[in-house]
């Protein structure tokens, strides 16, 4: 096997994938051969340490530069960049606005720059806030010229609506004011009253359960109630019922015992007549 040879199989035989012959041909090589063996050595060490290594963290400028490649779409331009300056330092700019506008920042030298500038001047700002400065004189004469036309200050009125309801709320205010603090304070004393004498454990749940108890209570006595009073109504219309029919029965009696005493004087009658007609044919 020749060295050029031996470069072109490196591969397949650190991958094991040479026929048995050539594997042979190819390991009898690197011992005949010094160059080549240290070849091996090297490739063999080079592997040996890339795998041990960790591999470096990706920077957002390689990922921005990724997503420019596959996505541009997702870019955004300078303009949009300033206009989401304000919202990005305010911590108010969504997730996937956010991300676009950090790579953006990543990947345009100009718009990297702006907004530690930005940040830097707000910070000048609130240092030399404490240092009042002296008005200058006329300062205010040329803001109610460019304001109103007019350097003397005008009053200023509210529109009509705005103080007739004023007006209202404050003829209105000592009438309702006192109604509503009235009737609070009722209802501050019924909940303390209750929850002292009818809640149980000293709570507005309490109070509902107590209550609940008593309008089964009261349910349960008025069931009992009317079923009483139809129980005594049935005995009252029994009792008229058995009345009636027990005078009913009186009546029949006293006519059947008035006729069982007018049915014997009759026959008396018959022979008296028969007695006399007898003696009148005698006669």
Not at 188 to 201: E, G, K, Y
Request: proline share 5%.
């Amino acid at each position: 096997m020749l060295c050029n040879e031996f470069e072109e199989r490196l591969t397949e035989y650190l991958d094991g994938v040479l026929p048995v012959e050539e594997h042979r041909a190819f390991a009898e090589h690197a011992l005949r051969c010094p160059l080549c063996h240290d070849l091996l050595d090297d490739v063999k060490q080079t592997i040996v340490a890339c795998a041990a290594s960790e591999a470096p963290p990706a920077g957002v400028g390689l990922e921005a530069r990724i997503l420019m490649t596959t996505a541009p779409e997702t870019a955004i331009a300078c303009e949009e960049f300033e206009n989401y300056l304000t919202d990005y330092l305010d911590g108010v700019l969504m997730a996937p606005l956010y991300h676009r506008w950090e790579r953006h920042a990543a990947l345009c030298d100009s718009c990297g720059e702006l907004p530690g500038q930005v940040v830097r001047s707000l910070g000048a700002v609130y240092t030399y806030a404490q240092d009042e400065m002296a008005v200058p004189t006329g300062l205010e004469a040329r803001i109610l010229q460019a304001t109103i036309g007019n350097v003397l200050p005008q009053e200023v009125r509210a529109p009509f609506s705005a103080r007739l309801i004023e007006w209202l709320r404050g003829a209105l205010d000592p009438i309702v004011s006192p109604q509503l603090a009235s009737v609070a304070t009722m209802l501050l004393v019924a909940v303390f009253v209750l929850t002292n004498t009818v809640s149980t454990d000293g709570s507005v749940r309490g109070i509902y359960r107590a209550s609940m108890q008593l309008a089964e209570r009261t349910a349960d006595s008025a069931t009992k109630g009317s079923e009483k009073g139809v129980k005594q109504i049935a005995g009252s219309v029994n009792k008229l019922v058995g009345g009636e029919e027990n005078q009913k029965n009186d009546e029949n009696k006293n006519q059947n015992s008035s006729n069982q005493n007018s049915a014997p004087s009759r026959p008396q009658g018959g022979g008296s007549q028969k007695s006399d007609n007898g003696q009148s044919k005698n006669r």
